[in-house]
Structure formats: C-alpha cells, structure tokens
C-alpha cells in the first residue's frame, strides 16, 4: 500500500517521518518530531495545543490502520494503560481517531530503552540490575492488581528515565481478566526471548508469566545473555519447555550467590516452582525471605563454554569465607559495645536509671507508614501500596506522589504526605528526608495521636518547613512530642517530564522515649 500524506489522498511521500511533521490530530495534538519506530507503531514528540505541554503520540502505522485485529489491539493499549496510574508504568493521557490515523497520547520522557542501555554496556552490574528489577515488579504488581497481564516484558518495553525513574511501555498485547484474545488460535504474541514456557504452551496465563519474562530480562542484564539460546526460534523455545536454565554464576562468577538463586526460582518451568506474586519475587531480591535455589533436584548442570569449572568454585569459596569474616567481626564489635555500654551508663545517685531527657537521640523505631491524603478524590490515599518503601532502608525503592499538572495541586488540594507510626510516643529531635530532587516544599508535623485518619492539620502547627529540597535534608524538630511524624507536600517543585511529583527514598525520626 502507498503511503500518502495525511490529509492529501492520493500524493506520495518520501517517508512517514516527512510526511506526518506538522500534522494535527483531534484538533490539537501536533507531531513534531519522530522519536521512534517499532514494528506496529511511530513515537512522536507532540504539541498539546490545549493544555500547552509536550507530550508523545503513538502512531499506529499506517498500511495497519486498515486491519481490524490491529486497530483493536492498539485501542486495548490505550484503554488497558489509561487503568493504571502508577509511576511505573508510563501514563495514558488522552487517544483519538483522525483522518485515517489512529493515536494513543502518552506522557513525553526523557528516557533511553534498557535494550539500547544493553546493547551500549552488555552486561549490567548485579546491583544496578536489583533496582531496575524493584522498580518494575511494582510495576507489574500495580498492572496484576488491575487484572492486566502485560504479556511481553522485555528491554525495549522498559524506558529508563535520565531522572532515575524506570517505566513499563507497551500494552498493546496485556490481556484483562475476562477479555477476548486478540490473536488466531495457535500463534504466539510477545517476544519470543522473552516468552514463558506457558505462552510457548498456548496455556491459560496469569501474573506468573510476566514474573518469568522479568526474569529472563533481569538474567541479560546481569550475564550480558539471555538463559537459553539456539540457532532459531524453535531451538531457543524447545530449550526453554524442555531443560532448566544454566545458573548465572556459570556464566558469570561475580553474580552474587543471593541475586542468582533469585533468578533461578523466577525462571521455574512450571509456573508453581516461581514466585506466586510480584510482592514475592521483590521480597525475595531485597532479601526478605529465603528463596529456594538452583534446578530441580538431581540436575547436573552443563557448564558454560565460556567459563572454567575452577573460576565459579574459587568465586564460591570466596563469598562464603568473606561472609565468616564478617559475622566473626560484627559479633566482636556487638560485645565489645555491650562491655562499653555497661561502663559508660550513668546511674543516678540513689541507684535509679538516668531519666529520659539523659539518653542520647537515636533513631526511633516505626511501627507502621501511612499516606495521607484528605482531600483527594475517588479512593483516598495517594500511593498506598509504596508507603513503607521510605522506611524499608533500601535506597532504590521509594514513595511517590501521584502525578499533577500543576506543582501546586489543583483547587481545594492543598497538599499530600506520609507518616511515620512511630512504635511509642517520642520527642522527635530531628526528621531526615531522602526524595527526589525537584526543589519541593512542604512541612512536618509530630502530632500525638494513635492513628493518621482523620487528623485535621488546620488545627495543628508544623514542627517545622521545607523549602526548595534538592535531595536529602536533615531537618530540626525541636523535641516535639506525639507519635506521627508527618511528611506534608505542598508544592511538587518542578516537573518530571510534563507532570510534577515528588518521589521520598526515605523517611527517618530521631530522637528519644516521650517522659510519662
């Protein structure tokens, strides 16, 4: 089929990229710069003339726009994308049908692919892979809580912003709970890379596939390769049915054992060996549980060509002797403060311990996190399923606001914010926020009260202000007393791409047991 331009039947262009420049969709989407290109559609750089932001535009190709099946599947992208609202997963703003093109109106970001970060670096290291992995499979818990399968998880569906952010594209072939397939009986949808034994099957799928496709992504990353190769298609899909993977180790020694016994669950043939859950596998790379290692039972694995039997065995007894070392020095360290301590406590005249204003702040234990959102609308909360990331000492997960047009909210929305439960009543000496570096503002309050819902922050004055942060602060609270401290954002700084938000890697109180 020729292509034509837009609007103009019938005249020849030289390439799609000439020939769409310029054109407005819905009266005021405008393309102005070709971004990308895949098999089913065009990323544009666009114009929003209404809203006067930039904003990308998903084209689908033109000699497709005439197949049913392909207008359908590009539709259910939209519409299965514009259900999530979650910082993982890039966002759906508007879509539309002119002129003979079909469009989905997403957010613009400045954003590279993981398959373009692979083919640049090949190999990734363990720890970095470990943060691209978190962020995802909140990604993917947030699409699995929707009903969505997405179906093909694979680098060039993961962007990776220059802010830090990691984002999900593409779900153009997600399937909802109930939905009709879009495919004919017996063909394959997704990558065949990245497939899960189950889709090579033609099985019934669930969340459990899309864990195994990031877990044959997170294996490239990590070993410069995916687990299972061969000459064709059919030889990599037959490997996959029929033995288990090579362990990362094998192909590179530096992985470390904990990272790779991860993997080896997530890439179970039968989807009940892998994880249940994407809370599962992300528990389980943070290190939260023990995980079940390596291939079945009686397996001898087959070693790699391009390493030596002896590097993975030295690489082995290394980790295990460095591990010793350091328990042998923490535990010396442990008593050697114990002894101390005991020398050191002071003890009043009459025998008594010292009195709650003598002991020295220290970090207060936190019973539970909470988000506070009073005003929203719709189901409160803001990022519920996030909260306990500011609290989880792990720097690469995080708490996020949701997305807003204006840094200022909109309305009667004055601000959002996340507590700390503390476990006690405490005066609170001091507050460390790690976030994002958008020069945000906002307040913290320690408020004495049992629970965050309901607390009215009209009555209650601030323990302190923050203004303009640019990454981590350590704010003074002056010893105020209660059990909430509360994290309280009023403007969301600059924007992240064409919308603001704040992102919180941590959230911290230190001071000392309240008197009484």
């Excluded at 726009?65 to 890039?90: C, H, M, W």
């Excluded at 990331?389 to 840094?407: I, L, P, R």
């Excluded at 906002?442 to 049992?450: K, L, R, S």
């Excluded at 923050?466 to 990454?471: A, K, L, M, R």
Aim: glycine content about 10%; hydrophobic content about 40%; some cysteine.
């Amino acid at each position: 089929m020729d292509e034509t331009r837009a609007g103009t039947p019938g005249v020849p262009i030289a390439s799609t990229s000439a020939g769409l420049a310029g054109l407005v969709l819905a009266g005021r989407y405008r393309l102005d710069r070709l971004i990308g290109s895949g098999g089913m559609a065009q990323v544009w750089e666009a114009t929003d003339s209404v809203l006067g932001r930039r904003v990308a535009v998903k084209l689908l190709h033109p000699h497709l726009t005439s197949d049913a099946v392909y207008v359908q599947r590009f539709r259910q992208e939209a519409i299965a994308a514009a259900k999530l609202n979650d910082p993982g997963i890039v966002g759906v703003f508007d879509t539309c049908s002119d002129q003979g093109h079909e469009a989905i109106v997403m957010e613009l970001l400045d954003a590279t692919t993981l398959r373009d970060l692979l083919d640049e670096r090949h190999v990734l290291d363990a720890e970095t892979t470990e943060r691209i992995g978190l962020r995802l499979l909140d990604a993917i818990e947030a699409a699995h809580r929707a009903g969505l399968v997405h179906r093909d998880i694979k680098p060039s569906n993961v962007l990776l912003c220059s802010d830090g952010r990691v984002k999900i594209a593409d779900f153009g072939i997600a399937k909802a709970d109930g939905q009709t397939e879009l495919t004919q009986e017996g063909s394959l949808i997704g990558t065949a890379s990245y497939l899960s034994p189950e889709q090579l099957r033609g099985d019934e799928l669930d969340g459990r596939s899309d864990l195994y496709s990031l877990g044959v992504l997170l294996y490239e990353c990590v070993t410069g390769r995916i687990p299972f190769s061969g000459d064709s298609t059919a030889a990599v899909a037959l490997a996959r049915l029929h033995t288990p993977p090579l362990d990362p180790r094998q192909v590179r020694a530096d992985v470390p054992p904990h990272l790779a016994n991860v993997l080896m669950v997530a890439l179970a043939l039968e989807p009940d060996d892998r994880f249940a859950t994407a809370a599962d596998f992300r528990a389980a790379l943070m290190g939260g549980h023990a995980v079940v290692a390596g291939p079945p039972v009686g397996y001898e694995p087959e070693l790699d060509p391009y390493d030596d039997e002896t590097s993975f065995s030295r690489s082995e007894r290394s980790w295990l002797l460095r591990a010793l070392l350091i328990i042998l020095v923490g535990a010396a360290l442990t008593v050697a403060g114990l002894l101390l301590r005991e020398t050191q406590q002071p003890v009043e005249p009459n025998g008594t311990e010292p009195s709650t204003a003598d002991v020295e702040p220290s970090q207060l234990p936190i019973a539970r996190v909470s988000t506070f959102d009073p005003q929203g609308s719709g189901t409160r909360g803001e990022n519920d399923a996030q909260a306990s990331n500011v609290a989880d000492g792990n720097g690469s997960t995080a708490w996020s606001t949701e997305q807003y047009d204006q840094a200022d909210f909109f309305g009667e929305k004055t601000g959002v914010g996340v507590g700390l439960v503390l476990e006690s009543r405490s005066q609170v000496d001091q507050v460390r926020i790690a976030s994002s570096a958008n020069g945000w503002s906002g307040a913290i309050y320690v408020i004495d009260a049992e629970s965050i819902e309901g607390i009215d922050l009209g009555e209650l004055e601030p323990a302190a202000r923050v203004d303009d942060v640019q990454g981590t602060v350590t704010v003074d609270t002056g010893g105020a007393t209660g059990r909430i401290v509360l994290l309280w954002i009023t403007n969301l700084g600059d924007p992240s791409g064409d919308r603001h938000r704040v992102e919180v890697t941590a959230l911290e109180a230190s001071g000392r047991p309240a008197p009484g």
